[in-house]
Structure formats: C-alpha cells, structure tokens
C-alpha cells in the first residue's frame, strides 16, 4: 500500500516546526545575554549619581563595572567546556540561570559598589554558560537546510535583549532592570525542561535508545532517521578518544584555531565598546537623550542582524564575514576621522558623522561578525572537541573583550580618540583578509560532512609531506 506523500510532507514540516520551537525556547538564553551586555551601557549614566551614595561609581569605577562581565564570561568559559561535555547541551541551558539569578538579585539589594561588582562578575559568568550553549543545541538538533538560518537566530535574539534593556530602560530604573532578566531567566529554566537533548551528544554518551528518540521528535515521525543517526555513529566512532596528543593533528588543531581567531578578532573590532558604553559614547560627541538615541543605534543592529537569517545561506559564510568586516572597517574609520577633525577644530557641528559612523559599525556588525562568527563555531569544531573548544574560543573572546572594555578609557587617552578608533579599523580589515585566505566555506553541508573535509585535507597533506620526502630521499 502506498503511502499519501502530502501526509509525509506534513510530518516532515512538523519535525521542522519542532526545530524552530526548541529554537526560539533556547533563544530565551540569548535574549538573555543580549540583555546583560547591554545592561552596563545604560546604567552606567544612572549609577554616576553622587545622591546614590555608596553605589556611586566613578570614572575607574565605570571601567571595572563594564568589564568585569567579561571576567565572568572567561570564569564561565573555563566552566562551560565541561557543562556542555558532562552535563548536556540542555542542561547547561538550565543550569545558566543559577548564577546569572544571583548576580542579579546582587545588582538589585546590594548595599554598596562592591555587590554590583559582585554581581557584574556573576551575571557574566551565566551569560557566557548560556551564549555557549545556544548555538551548539541548534545546530546539532538543525536540518543542515535551515541550520544557518536557526543558528543565526540565536544572534538575533541577542542583539534583540540589547534592545530590550534600551526599551527597558527609558522607563525602569537600573535596579529594575535586573528583575527583566531574571523574569526571562526563569522561563527558560522551565521551558528547556520539556524539550529532548541533542542526538549527537545523546550518542557520544552511549544512549543509543534515547538520541533515537530525540532525533526522531526533531525529524518528524514520517522521516527514516537510520541514516542520519548512522551518519552521526561512524562521524563518533571516527574520532572517540580525545588527547593532548590529538591537538596537534591538523584536522583537529585548524578548526580549534580558526574557532578561537574568530572569537578574538570578533573583539578587537571594538564591538563590546559600543555595547557597554553606547550611551556614554554618545553623550560624549555632544548630543543629548543618549537613551533615546541608542534605541535606533540597536533598532539598526537588530534589522541588519535579521537580515543575516535571509542571506548568510543565500551568500555563504565567508562572503558575510567580509562584507561585514569591511562595512566595520570603514564606519571605525570614519567615527575616528570625526574625532580628528573636532581635537583639529578643523569643523564644528559635524555630530551627524558621529552617528552614521557607529550605524554602519553596528548594522555591519549585525550582517557578519556577530552571528556568522557563532556560526562557524558550532560547525567547524569536531564533535569530540566541541565542548571543549568552544569554552576555549569564549575564553580568548571574553579575555581580549575584557582587555578592549577595561583600557577603552586609556586607550582614549594615550591614543586620542580617532587613533584608538582606527586601532579599531585596522583589526577589522586584518581580520578581513584571514576569511579571504583561512576560513571554508560550510554553507549547505552537514556537520559530519564539514569534519570529514578537515579530516581529507590532513591525509592530502600528509601524503604531500611524505611525497615530498620520498623525493628528497631519491635525490640523495
């Protein structure tokens, strides 16, 4: 008896409706992050009030306050390798909002400076659990047909929690703020807890009957799963039994550090500088309701980013990422020109330049270096390394984050505005020219097709090594 293929077609998109379920539940995490990255740009203006007494923070203050979140994001970095191997992709998930909650309640009822110091630290640490996790769950539950697209998303959702504590903002307070994230933190706590694991972590812990299970509620009940989950068993059996010593092969070391040069060129674009001091920023070029302002800043951010979820498909990665890169590059260049011609007196009113320089920055943020370089991440590193090199990449990226946060008053200073600006510039177009010649392009291609092509380009280049030397030897 033959089977109905509108009906096979109809499970089939229910297995994908799945897909984008357990998405936008773990996105939850994202717009979380989003909202703690942003949280010290607009209550950094509201805790340099002097009438706020043992909170009052000043200029070194602001520095520590901004940075010390990402301290948080390398102690969670350090931790979140081990999360994700031993306990799961879900369950680091949920177990992200344990000290994000608490560094929270720390901002909310802490008598002085120090708690919010405390606190900073805390949430950064259940940030960085929860921007690890993310874009690992999707992509290893994803159809590599939409996988970009999901994967993708979970940056959306991010730059949508920056928006969401700007909206936030212009009405709460900055101890009220906190309670926002919390509320959200909650949610997903209990919304993860009804959706499966992933089937690759599932099989790399040996719960053959359960990845099955899972695989099978984000396929659909009409798709024949043996193959994949096949696909996912030989890509495990090929490289089970992690080692120091496996680090040096190429097929292993390459990704691990495209992965970690990603994250820090990611940074040295000066992208968290805009994120935590936006609005000082802008008060700084002279112009007033800096709340205001920085919601179309983000409003812009969160468009170019939603626009990703439609090209990076269409365009690849590699494309993405130099366009991206090169639109930074520019706006970095210009905002740095502007503050050149204002310390020359060589024109007056020229704010307008200001702001389209950090709107390019931003939007071209948005189009590559933010999502993509996530991306990349969670599908150019190996299955058996994946945990544990993504707290690696998020430890280099919160470390040079923590370095471009902390000393972006000093570099002001020592540099001038325009040159740490251009210092800016500079990173972008080198990091430009290593997508050129370093990264692959992995649009449309399965995970374990991408690390079967790691694996190929190792043998290649070992048999050219030993061809090599087999000349060599003949020579003599």
Known sequence: MSRNPS???????????????????ACIASVSFGFSTQYSSQSIPQLRNKLLGDLYLTDSDTSLFGSLFSVGGIIGGIIGGACLRYLGRRSTLVICAAPSVLGWCFIMYGPSKIYLFIGRTFTGIGAILAAMATPIYVSEICSPSIRGRLVSATFLAAVSGNLLCVVFSLFLNWNYLALVNIILLIILSIAMAFLPETPRWLLSQGQVYQAFYALKWFRGDSQDIRPELHEIEKSLA???????????????AKPVIIAITLMIFQQTSGINVFIFYGVSIIQNIGISGGYSISVILIGGLVISTASTLYMVDYFGRRKMLIVSGTGMAIGNFTLGVYHLLIASEI??????????????????FGLGWGPVVFLC????LPLRIRAFASGVAMIANWLTGFIITYFYNDMTITLERYGTFWFYAVFS?????????????TTGKSLEEIEAHFRRTERKNNNDDERMELMSNIDK
């Open 429 to 441: 177009i080198v990091s430009v020219v290593y997508v050129y010649y370093i990264i692959p392009e």
């Open 7 to 25: 009906i096979d077609k109809d499970k089939q998109s229910k297995g994908l409706v799945k897909q984008i379920l357990a998405t936008i539940i």
């Open 238 to 252: 090929d490289s089970q039994g992690l080692t120091w010593s496996d680090l040096r092969q190429r097929a292993i």
């Open 377 to 380: 991440m969670s599908e150019l």
């Open 347 to 364: 024109a007056d009113d020229i704010r307008w330049l200001a702001v389209i320089a950090i709107v390019v920055i931003l939007a071209s």
